[in-house]
Structures are given as structure tokens and as C-alpha cells.
Nanobody, 123 residues
């Protein structure tokens, strides 16, 4: 079992930055892939970025590539999402997810989810 808690969301102006954290409890977190997803009002949840287990390979959606960076610190069981050059269209609830399998852009492929943190980007 893995429990995930997101933090770091908030209100920021366009062009600004935020860093989200996903803190995990549970054993062997280092072997889990972790993904970030987001869901805007009246839209489906969409993939943002993922990072592999110990090897740490990363993958990004085209909409955030070059602006967002995913990283992890397995010593403290935490995955980060550094978000730079934020745009109003980045406004959403951001969720982290974890799974022992390789990461996927599909929501249904992830077994464990956090409760989400709101990110609002004003224009």
C-alpha cells in the first residue's frame, strides 16, 4: 500500500512558478513509478509527467515539455513537479499517482492516487 499527499499548489500570475510535492508513505517507494496528472473544471483528467522508479526515466506531455520538470528524492519518499512559465491553461487540480509498473499516460493504469492540490494561474 502507498499513500500519497500532494502539496504546494496555490495562486500564481502567468509566467510565474510553483513547485508541487508528492509525499509518499509505504515501503519500497523507490521502485514505484510516479506520475502527475491534472484535471480542469469540466474536463477529463490528463497526464502531465511521470518518472520511473530507481532508474528515474522521465516523460512529459507536449503541453508542459520544456516548462515543467519532474524529479524525485527517494531518501524522503517525495516526488516534485517544478512548474515554470505557468499559463492560465495550466489551471487545474493536480494529482500524483503511483504504481509499481512502468508509467503510463493512461489514468486507469495507476493504482494509487493522492487527493490533489489546486493550481490557479491568473492572466
Amino acid at each position: 500500500q502507498v499513500q500519497l499527499v500532494e502539496s504546494g499548489g496555490g495562486l500564481v500570475q502567468a509566467g510565474g512558478s510553483l513547485r508541487l510535492s508528492c509525499a509518499a508513505s509505504g515501503r519500497a517507494f523507490a521502485v514505484y513509478s510516479v506520475g502527475w496528472f491534472r484535471q480542469a473544471p469540466e474536463k477529463e483528467r490528463e497526464f502531465v509527467a511521470s518518472i520511473g522508479g530507481s532508474a528515474g526515466g522521465t516523460y512529459y506531455s507536449d503541453s508542459v515539455k520544456g516548462r515543467f520538470t519532474i524529479s524525485r528524492d527517494n531518501a524522503v519518499n517525495t516526488v516534485f513537479l517544478q512548474m515554470n512559465s505557468l499559463k492560465p491553461e495550466d489551471t487545474a487540480v493536480y494529482y500524483c499517482a503511483a504504481d509499481r509498473r512502468l508509467g503510463s499516460i493512461l489514468v486507469a493504469s495507476w493504482n494509487y492516487w493522492g487527493q490533489g492540490t489546486q493550481v490557479t494561474v491568473s492572466s
